[in-house]
């Protein structure tokens, strides 16, 4: 199902894109509550700039298991195991060596990388600070690059340390989309100081979901039955939006579900 409703917010995104396509690098941050379509707008967005060239890599993190940079591991490992040995080659050496903390695979995709630089624990993260994000800037020479970094409301300190350290440092076509969930936000939460400093930033953005309108409301439903909503189809869409408050994934099951039961079948075909 298309991205209903979020045509405003498909805009700011394609706004900010643009700019990235310039050399301005950007961040942006989607924040709902659950069920809100943050993550189906991310990636509808994601999808439609990889259609026209963009490289797209994904990680999230994880409420169970709070693996230190869990997102940027994935995305680093997706582009580490999709390209050749030469495009690995052509790459700041000393940066990948540096990212092998980070990614192990690199180490058997590559065989003649210098060794890691050796100090203490806080120099040794800085350095890995700047080649991701020196590495995604080399990336970003040959195709733009989005960076989606999903459920950040579970991001362990570490990982938001290095989205603080990105929106700093990142150069080029490079574009990092954030999703969290702003109702699970509570003082002293990794991420809500993140944000403070992260506002203070000028590459960086953020984009609140509300609940989705009636009129969106009508347009999923009319969507899911296949044809424009007669007028009891349209009170429906009515009630249901109020019921749900317009949250998109509320709104997409119930529509099921008074589908499935046969209350959704009539439409104007006229």
Known sequence: MACIGRDG???????????????????????????????????????QVHRRGALVLHGRCDEDLAVPFRPFRECLAHYVLSVSEGRLADHNQQWLASITRLVPELARRTTQLPDPTRSDPD??????????????????????????????????????????????????RVMVLG?????????????????????????????????????????????????????????LARDLARATDGNAFLVVEEARHLRETGTLIQVDNA
Not at 13 to 36: F, H, K, N, Y
Not at 221 to 235: C, K
Request: with cysteine; proline share 4%; glycine share 10%.
């Open 123 to 172: 120099v040794e993260r800085y350095l890995m600070f700047a080649a991701v994000a020196g590495l995604f800037r080399e990336i970003a020479f040959t195709a733009p690059v989005v960076l989606v970094l999903d459920d950040l409301h579970w991001a362990d300190p570490p990982t938001l340390q290095l989205v603080r350290h990105f929106a700093g440092a990142v150069l080029g």
């Open 179 to 235: 999703t969290y969930r702003d109702g699970e936000l509570v003082a002293g939460q990794p991420l809500h100081a993140a944000l403070a400093a992260l506002c203070r930033e000028p590459t960086f953005g953020n984009i609140r979901l509300e609940g989705l309108s009636e009129s969106a409301v009508a347009a999923v439903i009319a969507a899911m039955v296949g044809g424009a909503l007669d007028p009891t189809g349209l009170q």
């Open 9 to 47: 917010e498909l805009d700011e995104l394609r706004t900010l894109w643009q700019r990235v396509l310039g050399g301005r690098a950007g961040m942006l941050l989607v924040s709902g509550e659950a069920g809100a379509g943050k993550t189906r707008l991310v990636r509808e967005f994601a999808r």
